[in-house]
């Protein structure tokens, strides 16, 4: 609704701007809408500037946003109640989560999965080694003698403990173990 207003209003305005062209009258039983008709040049119309401000007030006074000014995402309306959580998980028949009762054990190196489904203990193995084998042969440092040396060819250079570690690989989260094979 609110880009037909829109719409009418720059049609209004469009008016004023473009020169005034006839447009011959159709006789064949459809009505042409008003702002089609051919409009009477009158003294007293307005002038360009006038008719601009006049659009542009009516245009700063709109609704601000409305339904067919962009997409409208989806999002919850409410925050979901404990008592709905509850009854999620435990409440009676279709209303709670389903157990996994697909689950055996990986045929390669014995941990628990989901049947139909890779083992993450394997998938992990194998993409190690393929890092391994695919990274590229290790650049061997410039190893200097006396650590003073390197802070005189390098200045500003130095390591603080901190980056030390963040350039090992130690620190980073890894995924945690399956259940171990009984």
Not at 119 to 124: D, H
Not at 126 to 149: G, L, T
Request: net charge positive; proline share 7%.
């Amino acid at each position: 609704m609110s880009f037909l207003l829109k719409s009418a209003g720059i049609l209004g305005l469009g008016e004023s701007l473009l020169p005034r062209i006839g447009i011959p009258s159709i006789k064949v039983g459809v009505t042409v809408p008003a702002f089609l008709q051919p409009q009477q040049v009158s003294e007293e119309s307005t002038t360009l500037d006038e008719k601009l401000c006049d659009h542009q007030e009516c245009h700063d006074a709109g609704h601000g946003i409305s339904i067919d000014d962009g997409i409208l995402k989806a999002a919850p309306k409410k925050k979901v109640s404990h008592m709905k959580r509850r009854q999620r998980l435990y409440g009676p028949g279709d209303k709670q989560i389903k157990l996994k009762e697909n689950l055996n054990r990986c045929p390669a190196c014995g941990h628990y999965k989901r049947s139909h489904y890779l083992c993450m203990n394997c998938v992990g193995q194998i993409r190690k080694y393929w890092k391994d084998r695919d990274a590229p042969a290790p650049k061997e440092a410039e190893e200097f003698v006396n650590p003073r040396d390197e802070q005189i060819l390098y200045p500003g250079k130095t390591e603080r403990e901190y980056e030390k570690k963040l350039k090992s690989k130690d620190w980073l989260l890894r995924r945690p173990k399956t259940l171990p094979v009984e």
